[in-house]
Nanobody
Framework: QVQLVESGGGLVQAGGSLRLSCAAS????????MGWYRQAPGKQRDLVATITSGGSTNYADSVKGRFTISRDNAKNTVYLQMNSLKPEDTAVYFCYVFVPVRAIYYWGKGTLVTVSS
């Protein structure tokens, strides 16, 4: 059974920074993709950033230059460093891992990030 646990959310003023972490337990295999989505109130869940097990990254245009995704394969943990936060970054942030050999996405329960103006 794979479980993902996020941490690091909270309340921050505009211009501030937060670092999210997501630790995966269980068998996720060495070849996978980890990443973050976010969902603001009343809106759909949108991609924020992804990182492959080889280290290739992808970002939504809205966060490029402000957010950095990274991972520690030995710890099965993915991070999201968020700088220069804006009120529009307010959302619940969900981490996920996609395991190609199973063709399954696993999701965390989410962590709330609130950016005040």
């Amino acid at each position: 059974q794979v479980q993902l646990v996020e941490s690091g959310g909270g309340l921050v003023q505009a211009g501030g920074s937060l670092r999210l972490s997501c630790a995966a337990s269980g068998s996720i295999f060495s070849i996978n993709v980890m990443g973050w989505y976010r969902q603001a109130p009343g809106k759909q869940r949108d991609l924020v950033a992804t990182i492959t097990s080889g280290g290739s990254t992808n970002y939504a245009d809205s966060v490029k230059g402000r957010f950095t995704i990274s991972r520690d394969n030995a710890k099965n943990t993915v991070y999201l460093q968020m700088n220069s936060l804006k009120p529009e970054d307010t959302a619940v942030y969900f981490c996920y891992v996609f395991v190609p050999v199973r063709a399954i996405y696993y999701w965390g329960k989410g962590t709330l990030v609130t950016v005040s103006s």
